[in-house]
């Protein structure tokens, strides 16, 4: 997104939110009052915790408070959103920052024990689109040589979690090919390249930022019609485009902050507080800093709101619905 573009979808965020007759931020004043907890559904480490401390450490200038992450790992993301609607606050002071592909699948797979209308999803920092991978060992060279050779035989495919955007991306290929495919869940983006490099699978999907630039792995493609990160991914093709899938472009990492329900409605101005606050991180030299410096890619970052954040969650969910069956076996 070009800083014109983004500059111009951050009038148009806060435009929105007058637009729904939210207060204004000056009627915010005196929030937060305490630290803000956000709640993380995955163990410290991986691709969330970085965009949350990458994101948190430039929003807290903006927010007036320090945002304190708690991690709370287990069940593909399951544990920390029950922990979230069990325990947080309705004041605003609580927020939960996940994945929402993979956390959505979740629903689809086994509903929770809440309303899936109790929280929503209000910032997207990133769209990180789902990839196909292969150790530079593997005797398969490109996209077309695995299909060919999964018309022949089963491949085993690792993924960090049964049920993610970056699994039914190659669910929908095998689909679409005539392919054999089995998915091994192996637990986080490094079991998962780990897999692939040592041989145990053929070969792996993943975030292509957890992927990306690793020795001994090769980008096969990415389930998106659009590479920002061409330089990082030489030889790699549009899956969705190049063997027409007909679906949406699948990010598999596609972070967002979330926040009860009763939690806006209760105190709107201080959701709004939130809201004006975290779109100024985007435009801020700091947070772009924060970024690179950590090895993240800054071409992915991509700013979403409200309206941006149901239409993946909708998208997701629907195709999730159609290939069910296969995500829980």
């Known amino acids: 997104m070009s800083k014109n573009d983004r500059r111009s979808f951050l009038k148009l965020s806060a435009a929105g939110l007058v637009a729904m007759g939210l207060p204004t931020l000056s009627q915010g004043a005196g929030f937060p009052v305490r630290t803000v907890k956000v709640y993380i559904p ?33 069940a593909a993301g399951r544990v920390g959103y029950e922990t979230y609607m069990g325990k947080a606050s309705d004041d ?23 309303s ?31 299909i060919a050779e999964g018309k022949k035989r089963t491949l085993t495919v690792a993924t960090s979690r049964l049920a993610h955007p970056a699994s039914l991306g190659m669910l929908v290929l095998a689909d679409k090919m005539g392919m054999k495919v089995n998915l091994i869940p192996l637990s986080g983006g490094k079991n998962t390249r780990n897999g692939v490099l040592t041989g145990e699978v ?10 990306m630039r690793r020795k001994g792995i090769t980008i096969l493609g990415l389930f998106d019609e659009q590479n920002l990160v061409a330089q990082h991914t ?14 949406p472009p699948l990010a598999a990492g596609a972070r967002a902050f979330g926040i009860k329900t009763a939690a806006a409605e209760k105190y709107p101005d201080r959701f709004t507080h939130l809201g004006e606050t975290g779109m100024k991180v985007f435009s801020d030299p700091a947070y772009k800093e924060a970024v690179t410096k950590g090895k993240g890619s800054w071409e992915l970052i991509t700013p979403g709101g ?24």
């Not at 927020?95 to 689809?108: D, T």
């Not at 409200?306 to 076996?329: F, Q």
């Open 306 to 329: 409200i309206s941006e954040c149901r239409k993946y969650v909708d998208n997701i969910t629907a195709l999730g619905r159609e290939y069910r069956t296969l995500l829980t076996t």
């Open 42 to 74: 995955t163990r410290a480490g991986g691709g969330a915790d970085r965009n949350f401390r990458n994101f948190g450490g430039v929003w807290k200038n903006y927010l007036g408070a320090d945002l304190e992450p708690s991690f709370y790992p287990g």
């Open 92 to 114: 605003c002071h609580d927020l939960i920052f996940g994945n929402m592909g993979p956390e959505v699948l979740n629903w689809v797979v086994k509903k929770p024990t809440f």
């Open 202 to 211: 053929d070969l792996g999907v993943l975030p292509l930022t957890t992927a």
């Open 234 to 247: 030489p030889g790699a093709v549009l899956i969705n485009t190049e063997y027409s899938l007909g679906i």
């Open 116 to 146: 899936l209308d109790a929280y929503f999803y209000f910032m997207m920092v990133d769209a990180d689109p789902g990839c196909v991978f292969i150790s530079d060992k593997s005797a398969m060279k490109s996209l077309d040589d695995v």
